[in-house]
């Protein structure tokens, strides 16, 4: 072997040890189920491409490309999907079964994701923050989405469960379903009972109303905020997720058909969210 080889071989293995040494000092706590088209981790100054069925450690950084989707998932059953531009940290993980202590910290740092709780939430002792660099979400038994949406941040709390084998088409119509399913529901809730609801005798009509006003003309809140067509949408999935929040959606929807109270929707949306 040439001095110029040897010397080839010595600068290569100096560049990659360091990685091998720095994901074998760290815990695995999951592995990759799904990528398309290519994905990667980073810590301390080292990127690593991930296969399906690749290791991830504590303190990764997951990252996607700007046409990727990673799907991981932890050991204890909690499941990452990072849309495409995303980076998201696991920060913290400990789960010693169903019954000791867990916790799960995860800080989302660019991009879109979807969390589907695991055996964490399940733990007696257990703690699930997630920082979004907006709110710090305090998690129990949460089916979610978080990301931008309508050029601001936002998180849909998501019903129903969605086959990870599905194409972004397929499960983006079954999540649709399940918002269609709900919003059946709040309608029938409400049509009866104007009391209670303002917008009855017809809810659908209403959310048609708010929408198609609030993309014509939004409303602007305190602080500058535009409920916009989106952020109206947004407040009424948000809300229908349980029936506690019916009423107070529908009390600002009713002051829509008049131009005002959209705003009033979108912190609707927020109530989930601690502000920082």
């Known amino acids: ?22 994901a074998q000092d760290r815990p695995k706590i999951g592995q990759v189920d799904r990528l398309e088209p290519a994905a990667g981790a980073y810590y301390q100054g080292q990127d690593r491409l991930l296969d399906p069925a690749s290791p991830v450690f504590l303190d990764d950084t997951l990252w996607t490309g ?3 989707r990673l799907q991981v998932k932890l050991d204890d059953g909690t499941e990452l999907t990072l849309g495409p531009a995303a980076r998201l940290l696991v920060d913290r993980f400990a789960y010693g079964g169903a019954d000791g202590d ?6 989302r740092l660019q991009g879109a994701f979807q969390f589907v709780g695991g055996g964490v939430e399940q733990a007696p002792n257990h703690s699930v923050t ?8 305090g998690v129990r038994g949460t089916r979610f989405f978080a990301g931008p949406i309508d050029g601001a941040f936002g998180v849909l709390v998501l019903d129903g469960a969605v086959d990870p084998r599905q ?3 397929a499960g983006s119509e ?5 918002f269609a399913l709900a919003f059946d529901n709040f309608a029938k ?16 009509a209403a959310v048609n109303t708010a929408i198609d006003k609030a993309e014509v003309s939004p409303v602007t809140g305190a602080g500058g ?9 947004y407040a009424v999935i948000s809300s229908l997720y349980t029936q506690a929040g019916w009423q107070a959606l529908a009390s600002p929807l009713s002051r829509a058909a008049c131009g005002t109270g959209l705003p009033s929707a979108s912190a609707t949306a927020h109530t989930s969210a601690t502000r920082r």
Do not use: Y
Not at 130 to 137: D, H, P, S, W
């Open 130 to 137: 997630i920082e979004t660099g907006v709110a710090t979400l």
């Open 66 to 68: 700007p046409q990727s």
């Open 102 to 107: 867990a916790a799960l910290a995860l800080r």
């Open 167 to 169: 194409s972004f088409v």
């Open 1 to 22: 072997m040439s001095r110029l080889s040897r010397s080839a071989g010595l600068v290569l293995a100096c560049l990659l040890l360091p990685a091998a040494a720095l």
């Open 189 to 204: 809730w409400c049509d009866p009972n104007p009391a209670q609801c303002p917008i009855a005798p017809d809810a659908k």
């Open 225 to 233: 905020r535009k409920a916009t067509s989106g952020w109206v949408f």
């Open 174 to 178: 079954s999540q649709a379903k399940g």
